[in-house]
């Protein structure tokens, strides 16, 4: 989808923005055709999807252009509120090659996935398990003959689901798998998968993917399914940062304490969905108060004016609990994230 073209905000060097600094950019962002917010209630789902990928693709641009810095161009896909397919390819994607791949790994797919000339998500989550990494079924079983790796979902329950951008955007995705090598079962590991011809944008042989369905909520985003009938990869699309195989099968472990780093990808993300949990109670809990704070109820005697809503205890009681939480989610993702890094640099 081809974003429209705009000129937003020029580039300022502080990460930090003023209030009217936001003003200007959210009345810059309502006054393009992807960012007004004026008739998203009234948009088909796959009006929802094209929309986030225009939007996504504009505040990509402007970035890469020059128009917005890095940390503006975050700012306005925040005052935008419109996720997109492009979600786990800018979030996950990106970032497990960064943590996950080898220096050789970085220098084969990071290009292409940074100009956009691939588009990627991240597929672990399984109907049958989630975040019980351990106990997924997908399996990544090495063909020393034609050193490959075979990867399959044995089961219904194998089949991943809910991964972003799967359903329609993506061209590959990181494939959490257990590792078979030499009889032996290594643990999950990621893998590098093709799952959409770079032409056609149909479907390889031997994968089934497509969209989920409907959902309640992020109507722009295609979470979508993912099976594997027998899908032969090279070697090399085992992201070998910490552990790999050789061509005779032989296996070499990551470094003691290094264990759980191919989960590492997961623990970004968890960081960064408590911050944004934060930033979507925040959306919801300032338009209730400043609601409650115009809209007046009942004089409380003759003669004087009718009181604010927000004056009653029993809706305050409500309502500022709810900007106390946004706060500590916010705090406390921003902590993780810090954590996160820690490790990373570890």
């Known amino acids: 989808t081809r974003a429209h073209s705009t000129s937003l905000s020029p580039c300022h060097p502080s990460p930090f923005r003023s209030s009217p600094f936001r003003s200007s950019l959210s009345a810059t962002l309502d006054a393009t055709p992807w960012g007004s917010k004026a008739d998203r209630p009234f948009l088909t789902r796959e009006s929802q999807y094209v929309r986030g990928l225009e939007a996504a693709l504009a505040t990509y641009r402007a970035a890469r252009d020059g128009d917005l810095t890095y940390e503006d161009a975050l700012l306005a896909r925040k005052l935008l509120a419109l996720p997109s397919g492009f979600e786990l390819h800018l979030g996950m994607f990106i970032p497990t090659l960064l943590s996950q791949a080898s220096p050789d790994q970085q220098a084969e797919w990071l290009p292409r996935a940074l100009n956009m000339q691939l588009v990627g998500t991240y597929a672990q989550t399984e109907l049958g398990h989630g975040t019980y990494v351990r106990g997924l079924e997908t399996v990544a079983v090495f063909d020393p003959a034609s050193d490959a790796f075979i990867l399959h979902t044995p089961t219904l329950s194998a089949t991943k689901w809910w991964p972003g951008g799967l359903g329609k955007t993506a061209t ?175």
């Open 172 to 346: 590959h995705a990181v494939v959490m798998a257990r590792l078979f090598s030499g009889g032996a079962d290594r643990g999950p590991h990621a893998f590098i998968v093709q799952v959409r011809d770079l032409e056609t944008h149909l479907p390889l042989p031997g994968i089934s993917v497509g969209d989920i369905g409907d959902k309640f909520g992020f109507g722009s985003v295609d979470n979508g399914f993912l099976a594997l009938d027998h899908v032969a990869i090279p070697r090399d699309r085992l992201l070998a940062r910490y552990a790999r195989v050789d061509a005779d099968g032989a296996y070499t472990p990551p470094p003691p304490g290094n264990e759980k780093a191919a989960y590492a990808t997961m623990v970004f993300v968890r960081a960064t969905i408590v911050e944004e949990a934060g930033w979507v109670l925040a959306r919801a809990a300032t338009i209730a108060v400043r609601y409650a704070a115009v809209r007046r109820q009942t004089a409380p005697r003759p003669g004087l004016p009718e009181a604010q809503v927000l004056d009653y205890q029993n809706v305050a009681a409500a309502l500022l609990p709810l900007v106390a939480g946004a706060y500590a989610l916010i705090f406390q993702g921003q902590a993780a994230m810090v954590a996160y890094q820690a490790f990373e640099a570890a």
